[in-house]
């Protein structure tokens, strides 16, 4: 398991502080970039990933639920380990998002709403890194994690065979769910409100490897 760290529902007043007081226990930071369009919802964009990028040496994986991912993946401060991810269903030809991150040097991603088939995905296998599950309806963090997320998981393993592609997960996942999500196939984990709506966040990210069987000190 890698676990990806949403901060969607962080206290962002000092995302800095937030990120740092997790990074030992994480493999990559999840920033949730929603244009209102795309999504009925409205957060960053840029600004606040280009300005940590030099001051945290993990791994970044942008989740664009924007309408035009060839004209916005550009501006943003991208390292080679880095991922961007955007969606199918997006207004911008898949193919063009695709030649747009490939330019900045780093990991291309697809993603799909719960609904979308994964049959769409198919063209493009030879040209991503990652594949990003959503399981739950973009545009806001704590929803409930849709059941029907484990058979599209194992679908796409399927689908991506021995291709060198991650699956990543997104949406309601929790102590109660990694170990049948990455059962199914998963291999990357993203987790908002299981770690900051938790009172103690560390331990609930330190839960979240537990309940994946892989329990760290
Ligand atoms: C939803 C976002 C998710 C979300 C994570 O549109 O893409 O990244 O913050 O989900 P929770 O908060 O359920 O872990
Ligand atoms: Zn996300």
Redesign the pocket.
């Known amino acids: 398991m890698k676990l990806s760290l ?1 901060i ?2 962080a206290d962002l007043a000092c995302p800095l502080a937030v990120i740092q007081g997790l990074a030992d226990l994480v493999d990559y930071v ?1 920033f ?1 970039v ?1 244009d209102g369009h795309f ?1 009925p ?1 409205l957060t960053f964009g840029p600004l606040l990933p280009n300005a940590l990028r030099e001051k945290i040496a993990l791994p970044f994986d942008i ?1 664009l ?1 924007v309408d035009r991912p060839a004209l916005y993946a550009p501006r943003f401060a991208v390292r080679p380990g880095d991922v961007i991810t955007f969606h199918v269903e997006a207004l911008d030809p898949p193919d063009a998002g695709i030649e747009a991150v490939r330019k900045l040097g780093c990991r291309v991603g697809l993603s799909l709403r719960p609904r979308t088939p994964l049959s769409l995905l198919a063209p493009y296998l030879d040209q991503i890194d990652w594949v990003l599950v ?1 399981s ?8 409930s ?1 849709l059941p029907e997320s484990l058979e599209r998981i194992a679908q796409l393993r399927r689908m991506i065979g021995d291709r060198p592609i991650q699956i990543a997960v ?5 102590p109660e769910n990694v170990a049948e999500v990455l059962r199914a196939g998963a291999e990357v984990i ?8 938790a009172k103690n966040p560390r331990e609930a990210a330190l839960n979240l490897w537990k309940a994946a069987g892989l329990p760290r000190t």
């Open positions: 949403s969607l529902n999840h949730d929603m999504v919802n989740h639920m959503m739950v309806e973009p545009g806001f963090g704590g929803q994690f997104d949406g309601g996942l929790g993203v987790a908002g409100a299981a770690i900051f709506r």
